[in-house]
């Protein structure tokens, strides 16, 4: 492969609420077994990208330790290989991050030592599957400086949280507004790029002079009239976690047969950090209808429409409805948990009762569970 990849995976988001109080988005789990951060690693690992790199910031613990091995995603090559940086504070930088162009500008020098002609950049908040040969290919053939992956939206889609594109006939870029207050297409970002390594250099170099720190606003959107910026359509499945909302949208869409096969059976697949559970357990009297039950939980009650998580437990006489249970949560005897995301490592006491009105309501209890 003629590019090298980076993952932006250090930003932080209050719209994800109790969520990220422990952990980065990308570090979210995803659709039973995933963590968000999974699916752009696994599309550089399937499209033949040897060496990625991961820049974490904001509550990079959880994601550190979800990429401690890179043999997961075969990353493990003696040419090559998973790199993961952290803001560092030195004799010529005292800051954090100010931004997702200065987080690849303090990584200067991970572009300057290698010798692939361009750079594949993506967010670590995205669920998708994507050849990169084919951007590649299509960048090559544009003769493009910059190709943005983009993606049309349903007609009725709020964008206006999106960057949103207008390109012409040739998919050349002619209109680039992240977040606009009125939008006039229905086109998106899908927050993945190409740049020819050496301008990338070049462009972070000379932003970082004039105290420029985003990619998009003084990168690409910048130089959108100067550069040849095209843009890219990606028609399969995409989606971006920025809010709770999002989140379990996505969590949700797993239980729809076409979209798991298409991330759980169809090649290429999806790969993550295994981790050395037993399958799960249904004990007598356990109902589970149209959900995804990770290994490692063991299930005493009725679970309905709902993705469990690994070692989840439900209790005797239990209702799980349209929720998302996530890693090492004790729900405890004859509760009843309907539209809720229960965070990890809660325990809920027996005769609990969270029903989300009106929006997903997000539980976090953190009782002494061998006391109950």
């Known amino acids: 492969m003629k590019a090298i990849g980076i993952i932006l995976a250090g930003g932080s988001n209050h719209r994800m609420k109790e969520l990220t109080r422990k952990r980065a988005i990308p570090a979210m789990p995803v659709g039973g077994s995933f963590r968000c951060i999974d699916f752009a690693l696994s599309a ?112 009725q889609t709020d964008v206006s949280r999106f960057g949103v594109i207008r390109m012409n006939e040739e998919f050349r870029i002619v209109d680039f507004e992240e977040k606009p207050l009125q939008a006039h297409s229905n086109t998106i970002s899908a927050g993945i790029y190409v740049f020819r390594r050496r301008q990338l250099i070049e462009m972070l170099e000379r932003s970082a002079e004039e105290n420029r720190y985003d990619l998009v606003q003084d990168i690409i959107v910048r130089y959108r009239d100067v550069k040849r910026v095209y843009g890219y359509k990606h028609k399969e499945y995409w989606a971006n976690i920025a809010d709770t909302q999002d989140y379990f949208k996505t969590n949700m869409e797993f239980l729809k047969q076409g979209i798991r096969n298409y991330f759980f059976r169809e090649e290429p697949k999806t790969y993550s950090k295994i981790a050395d559970l037993p399958p799960a357990k249904y004990n007598i009297g356990s109902k589970v209808t149209n959900s995804i039950v990770a290994s490692g939980c063991i ?41 809720c995301i229960v965070e990890s490592k ?27």
């Open 44 to 155: 550089m690992s399937n499209s033949h990208i040897q060496t990625v790199a991961v820049l974490t910031q904001y509550n990079a613990r959880s994601l550190n330790e979800h990429l401690n091995s890179s043999k997961w995603w075969d990353f493990g090559r003696k040419q090559g290989g998973l790199y993961l940086f952290t803001p560092t504070v030195t004799a010529d930088n005292q800051d954090w991050y100010r931004g997702t162009a200065d987080s690849i500008y303090q990584n200067i020098d991970f572009l300057k030592k290698h010798h692939e002609p361009y750079v594949i950049i993506s967010s670590g908040d995205l669920v998708y599957k994507m050849d990169f040969n084919k951007l590649l290919e299509y960048h090559i053939e544009k003769q493009a400086d910059i190709t943005v992956v983009c993606k049309d939206m349903p007609a």
């Open 299 to 339: 299930i005493n009650g009725t679970v309905e429409s709902s993705v469990l998580f690994k070692k989840a437990f439900v209790g005797k006489n239990c209702v799980i409805r349209n929720s998302i249970i996530l890693d090492d949560v004790y729900i405890g005897d004859n509760s009843h948990i309907e539209n």
């Open 346 to 372: 809660s325990t809920l006491r027996p005769n609990s009762y969270y029903c989300g009105e009106g929006e997903v309501q997000v539980v976090c209890e953190q009782f002494e569970r061998y006391m109950l």
